[in-house]
């Protein structure tokens, strides 16, 4: 299935809708509503019944995860290496001290778009976008750094303006 918007209006639509999303989720922090979470889950249920998230990738292609010891234990468990051998081979430290991978698009992303470590995936790349999450009024500056990203969190926020009026 086609996701709207497509990835080529992607950056321009988030760039046109980034000072009113920005000021939306400012109110939000103030202001959330008591079912802000089950409304959420509804429209990010609603939107990945229709979004499809092998016609896509671009999360894969353009941003990296995060990852934490116990995925880098677990990855590297699953692709029979060690630790430090996993971290040389794929990974950096980035500006925060965090690991990231050394370079996008993602070394395990296949010409398909699935991932070659699917099952044990980092934890950053099984909740992404995170439009899911608990508490959703405290990742509100994740969720705008997504909208670029993934035409999902797009769609959701839009839906999000219109259910959810402030």
């Known amino acids: 299935m086609m996701l ?3 990835l080529n209006e992607l950056g321009k ?4 809708k980034h000072i009113e999303n920005k000021k939306y989720f400012d109110k939000l922090k ?17 939107e990945f019944k229709k979004s ?3 016609t896509c990738a671009n999360c894969c292609k353009t941003t990296g995860p995060l990852f934490t010891s116990a995925d880098i234990e677990r990855i590297a468990k699953h692709l029979r290496q060690k630790p430090q051998q996993f971290i040389e081979q794929y990974l ?11 370079s996008v698009p993602c070394s395990f992303l296949d010409n398909d778009n699935t991932c070659f470590i699917y099952d044990v995936r980092p934890k950053a790349c099984r909740e992404f976008p995170h ?5 959703f009024q405290q990742i509100s500056d994740l969720t705008l750094k997504n909208i670029p990203i993934c035409p999902a969190v797009y769609n959701i926020v839009e839906e999000m303006k219109k259910k ?3």
């Open 13 to 16: 639509l988030a760039k046109d």
């Open 164 to 166: 959810i009026p402030l």
């Open 52 to 54: 499809d998230c092998l």
């Open 4 to 6: 709207k918007p497509n």
């Open 131 to 135: 439009t899911d999450r608990k508490k």
């Open 92 to 102: 950096r430290i980035d500006e925060d001290n965090d690991y990231v991978l050394q």
């Open 30 to 46: 103030k202001k959330s509503p008591k079912n802000l979470d089950y409304v959420m889950q509804e429209l990010h249920d609603a």
